[in-house]
Nanobody
Framework: QVQVVESGGGLVQAGGSLRLSCTASGLTFGDYAMGWFRQAPGKEREGVSCISWSPGRTYYADSVKGRFTISRDNAKKTLYLQMNSLKPEDTAMYYC??????????????????WGQGTQVTVSS
């Protein structure tokens, strides 16, 4: 049984930082591309960042480029998202997901097979 669990969300002031973590069990972590999505109330889910199975290829949405950094530790089966210079518009539920393929310039929800329950990030102004 595959389990994907996010942690690290919380309340932070604008300009602050948070580090999200995601652990995945029940799958061969190193065989999957991993990504972070987010969804704010009343908005569509947005692909934030993705990393290939062999760390070296990454994708970032334009809205987070230069502020967020994705990384993974395959030995620990853990995915990270370091979020700096947070803005109120970053407020959303953040989801971790695993995909069997990596696309260079886009993140498609349909590619991601396994999903976590999400962790809430709230940025106050």
């Amino acid at each position: 049984q595959v389990q994907v669990v996010e942690s690290g969300g919380g309340l932070v002031q604008a300009g602050g930082s948070l580090r999200l973590s995601c652990t995945a069990s029940g799958l061969t972590f190193g065989d999957y591309a991993m990504g972070w999505f987010r969804q704010a109330p009343g908005k569509e889910r947005e692909g934030v960042s993705c990393i290939s199975w062999s760390p070296g290829r990454t994708y970032y949405a334009d809205s987070v480029k230069g502020r967020f950094t994705i990384s993974r530790d395959n030995a620990k089966k853990t995915l990270y998202l370091q979020m700096n210079s947070l803005k109120p518009e970053d407020t959303a539920m953040y989801y971790c997901a695993a995909a069997s393929l990596y696309r260079t310039n886009v993140m498609l929800s349909a590619d991601f097979r396994y999903w976590g329950q999400g962790t809430q990030v709230t940025v106050s102004s």
